[in-house]
């Protein structure tokens, strides 16, 4: 009975560091599921018009080590995909390692340009602002709802223009005889938020066709002036067409390009691939 009980307790001392469960081999998924982290863990993308529906959106912090420079960096706005099931054998991991989930197309808006803001500007006054600028561009602004609550304010503007034509396309929409009026506008608008004490960004978004899809070529400027408004559409489309003619084409498997187009220079900072991999190899030159 003596030898027994000894048997029992060096069996229970022997399973104290095995885990518990129902057969030898089951698997849960975990945080490294498919051996790897990051953006490409199984991301669902949903979709929305300028700012919310992209795989990777501008979180604008304010130091960028990678160029020294007070622009933002940009990080993934990605959602894993709700599935709760448990894959309990690796055969089933690899096929879903596979499955990867692609970057949703943005649809192209109704009119031919979008003007998108956030719920920093729905005061009377910025409303007021916005309708001026909607017929400056004969359209209609557009209200982009967010998720949480942010301090940061983004006001969009999205087109759709072809390969190399981005920045006369969009002149040649606006109009010589208005463009003066709609930097004026903007301006307004962003002094609005500056007086706010808050971090702002304003985006231009291009809808480029390329094959049966359009690449998006976003510009982004942090704290825009009126200064930088005027750069941006004078000087960084024009920059950005020269740069997207051969990168589009090189390219095939990129679906979003960025830029920063806060200071003098036009600077690449991300692009992403229809995969929803983000990919940090820029055009020759940006």
């Known amino acids: 009975m003596a030898l027994a009980l000894l048997d029992r307790r060096q069996k229970i001392a022997d399973e104290r560091g095995e885990g518990i469960r129902s057969r030898d081999h089951a698997e849960m998924p975990g945080s490294l599921e498919d051996d790897r982290t990051g953006a490409v863990n199984q991301p669902g993308v949903r979709g929305r018009a300028v700012d919310r529906h992209d795989v990777v959106e501008p979180r604008f912090a304010r130091d960028d080590e990678r160029r020294g420079r007070d622009a933002g960096a940009v990080v993934g706005e990605v959602e894993r995909r709700h599935d709760a099931r448990p894959r309990p054998h690796p055969p089933q991991r690899d096929r879903r390692a596979e499955e990867r989930s692609e970057l949703l197309q943005r649809e192209p808006p109704a009119d031919e340009i979008l003007i998108s803001f956030d719920r920093s500007y729905r005061d009377a006054k910025s409303q007021a602002l916005l309708a001026d600028l909607g017929a400056l561009l004969r359209t209609r602004p557009q209200a982009e709802a967010k998720k949480a609550l942010e301090p940061l304010s983004v006001l969009g503007i999205v087109g759709v223009f072809l390969l190399g034509q981005i920045s006369i396309g969009f002149l040649g929409k606006v109009g010589t005889d208005v463009y003066d009026q709609v930097i004026k506008k903007l301006g307004l608008l962003f002094g609005r938020r500056r007086a706010d004490g808050e971090p702002y960004v ?36 024009a920059r950005a067409d020269g740069y997207m003619m051969q990168y589009v084409p090189d390219h095939p498997e990129i679906q979003r390009v960025v830029f920063d187009a806060s200071g003098p220079d036009l600077i690449f900072s991300f692009a992403v691939r229809s995969d929803c991999v983000p990919y940090f190899r820029g055009p020759t030159g940006a």
Do not use: K, Y
């Not at 510009?219 to 408004?229: I, V, Y």
């Open 202 to 237: 304003f985006r231009f978004v291009a809808l480029v066709p390329s094959r049966n899809s359009f690449v998006e070529v976003e510009l982004f400027a942090n704290d825009p002036t009126t200064e930088s408004m005027h750069r941006l559409f004078a000087e960084h489309l």
